[in-house]
Each structure stands twice: as C-alpha cells, then as structure tokens.
Nanobody, 124 residues
Framework: QVQLVESGGGLVQAGGSLRLSCAAS????????RAWFRQAPGKEREFVAT????????YYADSVKGRFTISRDNAKNTVFLQMNRLKPEDTAVYYC?????????????????WGQGTQVTVSS
C-alpha cells in the first residue's frame, strides 16, 4: 500500500506563507504524478497544483498561479507546496494525491492515493 501524509498546515495571516509537505511510504513514487487539492467548507474538492515526474510538467489552478509552487524531493519521496501571499480564500483542507501514470490531470476521481489532509487557515 501507498500511504501519503501531509504536514505543514496551520494558521497564517493574509499575505503570509506556508510550506506543505507530503511524505509517501510503501512504494517509491518517482514515476507517479503528484498533485495537491483543497476543499473548503461547503465546497467540493478542487485542484490546486500537479507535478508529473516523467515529463517534468507543472500545472496550477488559475486561483493560485504565481503564488504557489509545487516541487519534489525524490530522495525523500516527498512533494511540497510552497504557498506565498496567502489569501483568506485559500483557507481549506489541503490534500496530497498521487496517480500511477503521467499527464496533467485535475479531476479527483483520477487519482489513486490520498492523504488525510492538513488544515490551512488564512486570517484577514
């Protein structure tokens, strides 16, 4: 089994920064596409960012483009999400996800593995 565990969430003031981490265990995910999703109260889970290892492609939702950066550390089998200039509308539970194929995919139903989520709260 593949296990994903997110960390790094917390409370931050608008304009601040947070760095989320997603550690994987059980299997190396070097050739897996990795992604971040988020879900705010009363809303459906939405795509945030993805990184495709094979093609070295990164893709971001328009709402976070220019502010968030997804990256990886293959040695530690970990993916990161650097979040800068945070806004109150970024408040949500952030989930790490992975799928065992390449290509940019933004639909939740296409991902095979999920973490439990980490809460990010941005105050005004």
């Amino acid at each position: 089994q593949v296990q994903l565990v997110e960390s790094g969430g917390g409370l931050v003031q608008a304009g601040g920064s947070l760095r989320l981490s997603c550690a994987a265990s059980g299997r190396t995910l070097i050739n897996y596409a990795r992604a971040w999703f988020r879900q705010a109260p009363g809303k459906e889970r939405e795509f945030v960012a993805t990184f495709t290892t094979t093609g070295y492609i990164t893709y971001y939702a328009d709402s976070v483009k220019g502010r968030f950066t997804i990256s990886r550390d293959n040695a530690k089998n970990t993916v990161f999400l650097q979040m800068n200039r945070l806004k109150p509308e970024d408040t949500a539970v952030y989930y790490c996800a992975a799928r065992r194929t390449t290509g940019v995919v933004t639909s939740t139903r296409e991902y095979d593995y999920w973490g439990q989520g980490t809460q990010v709260t941005v105050s005004s």
